[in-house]
């Protein structure tokens, strides 16, 4: 019906004029949310508001942003299907049914609706595109769907360090743990400072510190590496001049001895809120169930290692169960596992056969430098978590074989209750490895 | 990240004048993609023979030192030669080269080195059959043209023959010093 009047003219282009100016006031404003075109992953969502992450203004997704923040992680897996792998001309074929060269071809941002683990938005079967030979190869493959390679325990698309099958071959025959298995042992910094006492404290403006503070502080490993409260709240410059005290020193102060942690940190759930110059990431945000009384913290170090005494018992267990009250964690005080680390914790046992959360899920790492070990915690919990897979190699072989552990982590039921129980399926993978040394074997290898 | 690149084309585009120029007179001094397939190939043999010579038979075989191996991270041991060659070949791609090169076989270990593109497999047949000669073709892939060299990759240790021979993926075990086991395929873009 045609408008009457100029006066609903006018309000109609007023009220056009309105919305494309609310509109673009948004898009050059801080939060862009309402031009998301669907939710995020669970991978992503903590810096949703940071947009230009990963978009790059009229251009789309840039693989360099990608590979900012998912590169070492890939790196460290030994990716099994780099992108070099498909920039090969004779690889054109493949690129052309599946362009792995880009990482947002398997993994679409904002696509709930058909996003699957892993964040991956293809059909499980994509297998197909380059294997769909692999039974002429490998017999013991032939009545195997293609939904099940990257789903059923046996291969990962990206990280297959311990699923490869040499590495299988290698561990299948490989002795039971030892009758104490160990994780390994962190060593304290070398430092020259002397060791402090609470009489050495070098002060707060405050006129009396509070007691419980100092001697926290007096037991802690700063204090044994001489690092004073000067060190942290009023830190010098490359000149020695001081700046103004501080009572709640942040992580970029904590990075500037823990550098490598911070760094960890920073890249896994915990620290990418932070990453990106956003709030801390607080549980209240969290896709995962939390405790209800931890909704609001601020996620920085001191959440889990607490303040002056910086126990890092206390992080490894404490500092996680806090926050976290989904059932794996819940069943956590029931499991061997824990049963473990009380033992080590109340010193009935040797360092290293504890088992805490930390232990799993930020792992220590050997590295080699110049022939000496150097042990680390990994600080981003995202680096191994999944495919659980992950966890093998740097974790669970320390105490476990590996048939155990690759069955263990295809149990999902055994996971909820924290590994407490034995495993309720099998996966074949080692027994395919071995089938293919005596081929005969086989009863799938019978035509 | 395309430095390579466009020195690459750049040294492909200021060839093109020269070639002309220099006409039938002296086409060897001509940067053709022939001549720069053979270039690039004289490069990485020579390299893989120092590798092979100097590093992996005097440590591995003479002084007993070290171990080469297939799973050299896992067993710190030296990486094969030919694990070497095709470390470098990743490395080339992933700094956005122009040129591609890849160590492939009529009877490879690893199934995802059989000859794939047509040229691949005349290539890899011609070298076998015709010892001590090259092979050349061009060949469209992904909508781009290439001129693709093979040359023929030759048994020269006695560790290529063994490891060959008795891998458990192998297709063939019959390898003896001398034979040709497979082909270099180099591939050069011809249109920019």
Redesign the interface.
């Known amino acids: 019906m045609p408008m009457k009047t100029p006066a609903l003219w006018i309000a109609a282009a007023a009220a056009a004029l309105g919305l494309t100016a609310a509109l673009s006031m948004t898009l050059l404003g801080a939060d862009r949310r309402l031009f998301a075109p669907g939710d995020m992953t669970g991978g992503h969502y903590q810096i949703e508001i940071a947009c230009d992450a990963c978009h790059t203004p009229f251009q789309g997704v840039s693989q360099e942003a990608c590979v900012q923040c998912h590169g070492a992680g890939l790196e460290a897996g ?1 990716d099994s299907h ?4 498909f ?7 493949r ?2 049914l599946l362009d792995a060269r880009r990482c947002v071809t398997c993994h679409v941002e904002h696509r709930p609706e058909r996003t699957r683990a892993m964040g991956v938005t293809l059909a499980a079967d994509f297998c197909v595109h380059c294997h769909a030979d692999i039974g002429a ?1 490998r017999p013991s493959h032939r009545d195997l769907g293609f939904e099940t390679c990257a789903g059923a325990g046996c291969h990962n698309y990206h990280d297959n360090t311990a699923l490869y099958e ?2 299988l071959l ?1 561990h299948r025959d490989a002795p039971p743990p030892a009758a104490t298995p160990r994780l390994p042992l962190r060593a304290a910094p070398p430092t020259a400072k002397a060791p402090l006492a609470a009489g050495d404290r070098d002060g707060s403006p405050h006129a009396a510190a509070d007691p419980g503070v100092v001697d926290a502080w007096a037991l802690s490993a700063h204090a044994r590496g001489g690092v004073n409260c000067r060190d942290c709240h009023q830190p010098a410059d490359a000149a020695g001049a001081r700046a103004a005290w501080r009572d709640r020193p942040g992580p970029a102060q904590c990075a500037a001895c823990h550098a490598a942690d911070a760094e960890g940190f920073l890249d896994g759930r915990h620290g990418m809120r932070l990453r990106q110059g956003l709030t801390p990431m607080s549980p209240g945000q969290a896709r995962r169930p939390m405790r209800g009384d931890a909704h609001d913290r601020g996620l920085g170090c001191t959440s889990c290692h607490g303040a002056h005494d910086f126990d890092p018992r206390r992080a490894a267990v404490d500092g996680c169960l806090g926050c976290h009250d989904d059932t794996h964690s819940r069943a956590y005080r029931e499991s061997p596992h824990h049963a473990l680390w009380q033992a080590e914790v109340a010193q009935h046992a040797p360092a290293g056969s504890g088992v805490s959360c930390a232990s799993c899920h930020l792992p220590r790492e050997i590295h080699r430098d110049a022939g000496r070990e150097r042990v680390t915690v990994q600080h981003n919990q995202n680096r191994n978590l999944r495919p659980n897979e992950k966890m093998i190699r740097g974790v669970c072989l320390h105490c476990h074989g590996l048939a155990f552990a690759i069955d263990a982590l295809a149990d999902p039921a055994l996971i909820a209750r924290n590994f407490r129980g034995r495993p309720s399926r099998h996966i074949e993978s080692l027994d395919m490895a071995a089938q ?2 005596h081929p005969s074997d086989n009863p799938r290898n019978s035509p | 990240m395309n430095d390579i690149n466009k020195l690459f084309r750049a040294s492909v585009l200021a060839a093109v004048p020269l070639l002309f120029a220099a006409c039938s007179d002296e086409p060897a001094s001509a940067v053709t993609p022939r001549v720069m397939a053979d270039n690039l190939h004289l490069v990485l043999e020579t390299d893989r023979t120092v590798y092979t010579r100097l590093i992996v038979n005097r440590l591995q075989n003479e002084e007993k030192v070290i171990k080469a191996s297939e799973h050299w991270k896992e067993d710190k041991a030296l990486v094969l030669p030919a694990q070497m060659f095709r470390a470098g070949a990743e490395m080339v791609r992933d700094k956005g080269a122009g040129f591609s090169y890849s160590l492939l076989s009529l009877w490879p270990v690893n199934k995802q080195n059989a000859p794939k593109t047509g040229q691949e497999e005349a290539g890899l047949k011609y070298v076998a059959d015709h010892k001590g000669e090259n092979y050349y073709g061009e060949e469209t892939l992904g909508g781009r043209k290439y001129f693709t060299a093979v040359y023929a990759d030759i048994a020269v240790a006695p560790a290529c023959v063994t490891c060959h021979n008795e891998h458990k993926d192998t297709p063939r075990s019959d390898f003896k010093i001398g034979d040709v086991m497979g082909g270099v395929v180099i591939r050069i873009p011809l249109d920019g």
């Open positions: 030994n780099p992108r070099s792998k920039e090969d001309p004779r690889n054109a074929d690129v052309a190869e040499e590495f290698k293919r040394l």
